[in-house]
């Protein structure tokens, strides 16, 4: 079993100044996900599933196109939830991220003020990742190692989804215990691909994680994160 987690091109955060809640890509990000498509055009993958936001969703569209799929979205997927500073000018938000990285770890689980918690959000993913491995036959094996059960080996997921996502979901598959930074404990650059795949064991499966971030298909003065 293989899982593809690609992030999302570079969104437009801000605009005239503004913030902008579930942006659209910038011009650069277009061309980072036409690059992203070309590299995933001879992919070979059984399912692909993109958040809810638009910034998945353009990610997604030239490898979608490249292989007739359609768009299908995964809600648990969704980046955590920032709070209502749409049309806020952008030094407010910028002041919000520098004031949350100076806060004491254990206060970090609280997130942002007005947003959704570091904590919650964490459990969702972890809950929404759960319920999407099980119906399709993925379980944890009862063991205090990170072993798994899974009924069809050969399955394989690309996610379009997002750095705080991708990061809870790779913590999710290792076994790795949550943190309220797991933005800053993976470096995820936008329109990157991570690879994680099952390795067979005597008494069931556990996840590697084969290459992190992978952005050879962008030109140097193109990535961003």
Known sequence: MEFTLIRHAEPEWVK???AVVDPPLTSRGLNQAQLLGLRMADAKF???YTSPLIRTHQTAEPTL?????????????????EPAWHGEPAEKTIKA????MARNAEDRWHGLHGGE???DFVNRIHLG????????????????LPLWHIENPGESFVFVAHAGTNSVIICHL?????????????????????TIKAMKLGDGYTFSLINLS???????????R
């Open 117 to 119: 918690p570091v904590r």
């Open 46 to 48: 059984d399912h692909i």
């Open 97 to 100: 991220y520098r004031d949350e």
């Open 174 to 194: 290792l076994g790795l215990q949550p943190t309220p930074w797991e933005w800053e404990r993976f470096v995820i650059g936008h329109a990157s691909v991570t």
């Open 129 to 144: 990742a759960e319920q999407f491995l099980a119906s399709r036959g993925v379980h944890r094996i009862d063991s205090p």
């Open 65 to 81: 196109h490249a292989h007739g799929r359609d768009l299908i979205i995964e809600p648990w997927l969704e980046e955590i939830r």
């Open 16 to 18: 005239d100044g503004k």
């Open 214 to 224: 992978d952005v050879e298909h962008l030109p140097s003065e193109i990535r961003t």
